[in-house]
């Protein structure tokens, strides 16, 4: 894959390009916060949101976009079904309130947010239907490892296109990797920079001053180096700018293994087995 242009896109198996470069908007207010953090992403290049209706904010986000007047379709829009909905099987309505708030007709990727136990696989079919009524150009999961995605597969009739993520050099988790890609599973990074931890990093400080690049820019190129979707999110508009700048060098084979040799499996967010929301 050439990696040369904030607007590359991953194909996702439904024939969908999907672009391999994000913003991500978690803990991200709603109103003026978001909305800025969304139209300096869209000026600076970014065509990929990433929100969730438990982040409270698709109105800004959706506000934002209208704002820019950038067509719809060169857009790519993730938003994700909250855990209640699928407690309480209101996954259609809460589909439905996230268009509303998002002041669009369809979503470019809808996601299982959290692989509640026991309802997983009954929320996926909610999500088939609304990939087959056009609303969803994409339908996929997040935070499901492998056993969650061997519960889901047997029973699902439409595949998901792709798994969002914790995923780091601390956690590469490179079996559920490899175990996404046997599916034609696109595999997406959220805390893509470790909340700015990467910065700190020992191995990244080098590689830093070795490409002429920061600690996070190493790792995001890291990231698409190995196929990985990457969303970072920030609300400053010099880090936007700066978190996309990393389309002008490559990281070597080499340095690819020093950054994959630091894993150790080390979860910052919640575990997608002992989740307790
Ligand atoms: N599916 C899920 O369950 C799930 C869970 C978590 C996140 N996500 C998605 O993934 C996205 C990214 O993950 P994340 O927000 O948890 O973490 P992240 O992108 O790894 O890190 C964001 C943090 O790093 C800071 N930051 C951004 N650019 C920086 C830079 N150049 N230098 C230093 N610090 C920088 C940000 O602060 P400032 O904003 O102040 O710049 C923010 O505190 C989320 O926004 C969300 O869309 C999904």
Redesign the pocket.
Known sequence: MIIDDINGTVELSNGVKMPYFG??????KDGEEVEN?VKWALEAGYRHI???SI?NNERGVGNSIKASGIPREELFITT?IWNDRQRNQTVLEGFEESLKLLQTDYVDLY?I??PVKEKFNQTWKVLEEIYRSGRAKAIGV??FLEHHLKELLPTAEIMPMVN???C?PYLVQQSLIDFCKSYDIVYE????????KV?ELPLFIKLAEKYQK?P?QIVLRWDLQKGIVT??????RE??I??ANIFDFALTGHDMDLIDALDRDEHF?AHPDTFDF
Not at 23 to 28: D, N, W
Not at 189 to 196: K, Y
Not at 231 to 236: A, E, G, R, Y
């Open positions: 913003l991500g908007v978690f803990k991200t953090a990433d929100t969730a982040y994700k996601l947010h959290w997040s935070n969002q993520v914790e780091h990074a959220w805390s893509p920079i470790m909340r700015g910065n920061s996070v969303i970072p999110k920030s609300v400053q880090r936007i700066h978190n967010g």
